[in-house]
């Protein structure tokens, strides 16, 4: 039976090796690695967020979240531009 995740691609390396962060009530539970050709094409990027199911070890689906994956680069901005501004408050 496959179990199902929210997932994260961290990073590419080397040009094919997606790593997948699976997570698990907001908390990252495990490492996945896969061809990045086996992601949507449209998921192929560093933030992108998708929902996977995983069956005996091995990425048996994978569905491209756009709304969830903005969200999060969106909320991600906004805690750099607060940083930001509490830095340059110090000068």
Do not use: F
Request: avoid cysteine.
């Amino acid at each position: 039976m496959a179990e199902t995740y929210t997932a994260t691609l961290d990073r590419i390396v080397d040009g094919q090796t997606a790593v997948l962060l699976l997570e698990e009530d907001d908390e990252t539970v495990d490492q996945h690695d896969v061809d990045v050709t086996t992601l949507p094409s449209e998921a192929q990027h560093e933030g992108a967020v998708l929902e996977v199911a995983v069956e005996a070890s091995e990425l048996s689906e994978a569905e491209y979240l756009p709304e969830v994956t903005q969200s999060r680069k969106e909320s991600a901005q906004e805690r750099l531009d607060r940083l930001s501004s509490r830095l340059s408050d110090r000068d």
